[in-house]
T-cell receptor, first 114, second 115 residues
Framework: AQKVTQAQTEISVVEKEDVTLDCVYE???????LFWYKQPPSGELVFLIR??????QNEISGRYSWNFQKSTSSFNFTITASQVVDSAVYFCALLYNQGGKLIFGQGTELSVKP | DAMVIQNPRYQVTQFGKPVTLSCSQTLNHNVMYWYQQKSSQAPKLLFH???????NEADTPDNFQSRRPNTSFCFLDIRSPGLGDAAMYLC??????????????FGPGTRLTVT
């Protein structure tokens, strides 16, 4: 079975703090893809990153970084020096090679207070 | 600049009155998806088109139908909306379903209210 777990339902931080959003996945496939999406209050899901199962390199994009570890089936997302504009619901998702269907975690609502 | 466009952004319909939601894309992607997202929940895939090939999820109610008349447009038809169908409906596209370039790009969504 394919499953994504985001154990943190809500996180609240003060601006400029670093914050890590956890994501744990389950799949029996050897080929799969992991994603992070941001959903601000406006509702649109914004694509942030894709990782395939063969690429365990960590990635940094500005204040965002991602840590993919197959050994622990985790794909965690860190925001450094958080800003109020980072406030949103963040979804981790799994797409396995059967194609098409994104399996979403339940989302983590991040609130960054000034 | 808009890539995935959904109209209308807000739709109010009456219980049992058919409603159609629209999605268009300027990305020329092969795959188009419809997701349903209820309050404080994750999006749930209803169905998707790979070119003209329609793929329904096993647990999608018969009340939901879709049409894709050409590459750019896709419609979601709800034949007899019930109160439980009130939700945000998200359209997404991707170049491929598997392999590379499979990231899905979402539109802004249509929020459906059923009275």
């Amino acid at each position: 079975a394919q499953k994504v777990t985001q154990a943190q339902t809500e996180i609240s931080v003060v601006e400029k703090e670093d914050v890590t959003l956890d994501c744990v996945y389950e799949t029996r496939d050897t080929t799969y893809y992991l994603f992070w999406y941001k959903q601000p209050p406006s509702g649109e899901l914004v694509f942030l990153i894709r990782r395939n199962s063969f690429d365990e390199q960590n990635e940094i994009s500005g204040r965002y970084s991602w840590n993919f570890q197959k050994s622990t089936s985790s794909f965690n997302f860190t925001i450094t020096a958080s800003q109020v504009v980072d406030s949103a619901v963040y979804f981790c998702a799994l797409l396995y090679n059967q194609g098409g269907k994104l399996i979403f975690g339940q989302g983590t609502e991040l609130s960054v207070k000034p | 600049d808009a890539m995935v466009i959904q109209n209308p952004r807000y739709q109010v319909t009456q219980f049992g009155k058919p409603v159609t939601l629209s999605c268009s894309q300027t990305l020329n992607h092969n795959v188009m998806y419809w997701y349903q997202q209820k309050s404080s929940q994750a999006p749930k895939l209803l169905f998707h088109y790979y070119d003209k090939d329609f793929n329904n999820e096993a647990d999608t109610p018969d009340n939901f139908q879709s049409r894709r008349p050409n590459t750019s447009f896709c419609f979601l038809d709800i034949r007899s909306p019930g109160l439980g169908d009130a939700a945000m409906y998200l359209c997404a596209t991707s170049r491929t379903r598997t392999g590379g370039r499979n990231e899905q790009y979402f539109g802004p969504g249509t929020r459906l209210t059923v009275t």
